[in-house]
Every structure is written in structure tokens, then in C-alpha cells.
T-cell receptor
Framework: AQSVAQPEDQVNVAEGNPLTVKCTYSVSGNPYLFWYVQYPNRGLQFLLKYITGDNLVKGSYGFEAEFNKSQTSFHLKKPSALVSDSALYFCAVRDSGGYQKVTFGTGTKLQVIP | NAGVTQTPKFQVLKTGQSMTLQCAQDMNHNSMYWYRQDPGMGLRLIYYSASEGTTDKGEVPNGYNVSRLNKREFSLRLESAAPSQTSVYFC??????????????FGQGTRLTVV
């Protein structure tokens, strides 16, 4: 069975500082990995994905994520945090060989402090 | 471009009542999904439809039924609501074909309370 772990319920970072939101995964085959962001009372919005190719993936709003196969991780990063980045972030995984089922992590609340 | 539209946005039900959550997408996507979001649980897949005419159970299907009415619409029905079904429900869709088109697009959610 596939799974996703987001070990931090909340991450606090000062505005202007770099941020990292952690994600590790487990899947039987090759993974497709995703990050989504959720603002209050809204649906999830797609940020970026890793399918194949370069381990460093760039996405929306200046976010990027690094795929590390040996550590089964896909951490979300941004060089300089903005207050407007404060939101709930979800990591998700699906098996490249499997059906369309996507498994989500429990989410990490990012708080950027002015 | 509306994307994924869910109705209603809010609903309060009494235990034992039934209701249908509606979802429609205008992106010509093949696959559609229903998730529920509970605090500390992330999103859990209730049912999905890989393509028009097919539906399959997800992680937590008990107490729910779905209908893929056509390519655009995917409804979720609660036949006899229970307090444990109090949650925020999200509909999502994706192209569903090929590795590079796998990201999902979500609706705004339906906040359901069962009393």
C-alpha cells in the first residue's frame, strides 16, 4: 500500500527566510509526487509535481521541491518566504504503474511570521 | 472558466436523512474523485471514476454511493447520514491519461454537518 508522511503538523518561519516543508513517501513502483496548497475555506490548488527527469522540480509562486529516491523524500522549499505563503500544504503520491488513486499526507500548516 | 463546481457549499442534515452532493467539471477531464477532509487525517478518497461509465471504491466508501452521470458530472450520495460523516467533502478531476497530466483540480468543497 502506498503512503505519505508529513512529519510536521506546523512549520513557523520568519518572512524572508528560506522554508522547507518535509514529505516522505512509500510506494511499490516508481512514484509520481505532488504538492498542493490549501488556503482557508478553499479547495486544494496544485503547486508542482515530479514525474520523471530532473530531481529538482520548480512550480508555482516560487516553490520548488527536490526528489530524493534513496531517502524516499520530496521536500517542498522556497528561498524566501512571504506572509502570503501561510497556508496548509499537502504532499501526495501515486504509483506510476497503478491506477489513478492518489494518497495524500495529513498536511503541514505553514505560518510565515512578519 | 469555472473548473470544478460543487453544490451545495454548506449543508446541515439530521441523522438518517439522505442527500446528494453535486459536482461538475468543464475541463473535459476523464477522471473524477470524491474526497473527505477531516482534521489530522488529510484527504481520504471515498470513490473515484477513472473514466465515464466506471466507478471504483476508494479508502472510505462505506455509507456512500456515487454516480458518474456523464463525462462532466459525478455525484456523491449519502443514503442515511450519520454524525461520523460530518466532514468537508471535495470533488476533484484530472485528465487521467498519461503521466504528464495526472494533477488534480479541486472544487471549493462542501461543509457537511450531521446532527
Amino acid at each position: 500500500a502506498q503512503s505519505v508522511a508529513q512529519p510536521e503538523d506546523q512549520v513557523n518561519v520568519a518572512e524572508g527566510n528560506p522554508l522547507t516543508v518535509k514529505c516522505t513517501y512509500s510506494v511499490s513502483g516508481n512514484p509520481y509526487l505532488f504538492w498542493y496548497v490549501q488556503y482557508p475555506n478553499r479547495g486544494l490548488q496544485f503547486l508542482l509535481k515530479y514525474i520523471t527527469g530532473d530531481n529538482l522540480v520548480k512550480g508555482s509562486y516560487g516553490f520548488e521541491a527536490e526528489f530524493n529516491k534513496s531517502q524516499t523524500s520530496f521536500h517542498l522549499k522556497k528561498p524566501s518566504a512571504l506572509v502570503s505563503d501561510s497556508a496548509l500544504y499537502f504532499c501526495a503520491v501515486r504509483d506510476s504503474g497503478g491506477y489513478q488513486k492518489v494518497t495524500f499526507g495529513t498536511g503541514t500548516k505553514l505560518q510565515v511570521i512578519p | 472558466n469555472a473548473g470544478v463546481t460543487q453544490t451545495p457549499k454548506f449543508q446541515v442534515l439530521k441523522t438518517g436523512q439522505s442527500m446528494t452532493l453535486q459536482c461538475a467539471q468543464d475541463m473535459n477531464h476523464n477522471s473524477m474523485y470524491w474526497y473527505r477532509q477531516d482534521p489530522g487525517m488529510g484527504l481520504r478518497l471515498i470513490y473515484y471514476s477513472a473514466s465515464e461509465g466506471t466507478t471504483d471504491k476508494g479508502e472510505v466508501p462505506n455509507g456512500y454511493n456515487v454516480s458518474r452521470l456523464n463525462k462532466r458530472e459525478f455525484s456523491l450520495r449519502l443514503e442515511s447520514a450519520a454524525p461520523s460523516q460530518t466532514s468537508v467533502y471535495f470533488c476533484a478531476s484530472s485528465r487521467g491519461q498519461g503521466a504528464r497530466n495526472t494533477e488534480a483540480f479541486f472544487g471549493q468543497g462542501t461543509r457537511l454537518t450531521v446532527v
